[in-house]
């Protein structure tokens, strides 16, 4: 069984930074993709951040490229996004998630088994 504990939501201004962070226990963490979606009320969860095994060229939705950084410490089996520059609408709860995919599917949040149960970030004034 993959267990994974998402943690650093909280309420924040717009234009402001986020350190959230995704850590990852009951199987071999090295040897799958992590990524992060979001949700927003009313809305359909929402590809975010991937990186596969080795960490290079990670992917990223095109409304946070520049702005969001997601990297990953195996030897602490956590996976971190940072997120730049924060937006109104950054505004959902954002989750972990984690299977051994191939690269052309690590976008698909119906491709992934294994969930957080998300934190909420909220940006507001």
């Known amino acids: 069984q993959v267990h994974l504990v998402e943690s650093g939501g909280r309420l924040v201004q717009p234009g402001g930074s986020l350190r959230l962070s995704c850590a990852v226990s009951?199987?071999?963490?090295?040897?799958?993709?992590v990524g992060w979606f979001r949700q927003a009320p009313g809305m359909e969860r929402e590809f975010v951040a991937a990186?596969?095994?080795?960490?290079?060229?990670?992917s990223y939705v095109d409304s946070v490229k520049g702005r969001f950084t997601i990297s990953r410490d195996n030897a602490q089996n956590t996976v971190d996004l940072q997120m730049n520059n924060l937006k109104p609408e950054d505004t959902a709860v954002y989750y972990c998630?984690?299977?051994?995919?191939?690269?052309?599917?690590?976008?698909?949040?119906?491709?992934?088994?294994?969930w957080g149960q998300g934190t909420r970030v909220t940006v507001s004034a």
């Open positions: 990186i596969t095994l080795s960490g290079r060229n990670p």
């Open positions: 009951g199987r071999t963490f090295d040897s799958y993709t």
């Open positions: 998630a984690t299977d051994d995919l191939p690269p052309s599917v690590i976008s698909r949040p119906n491709r992934y088994r294994y």
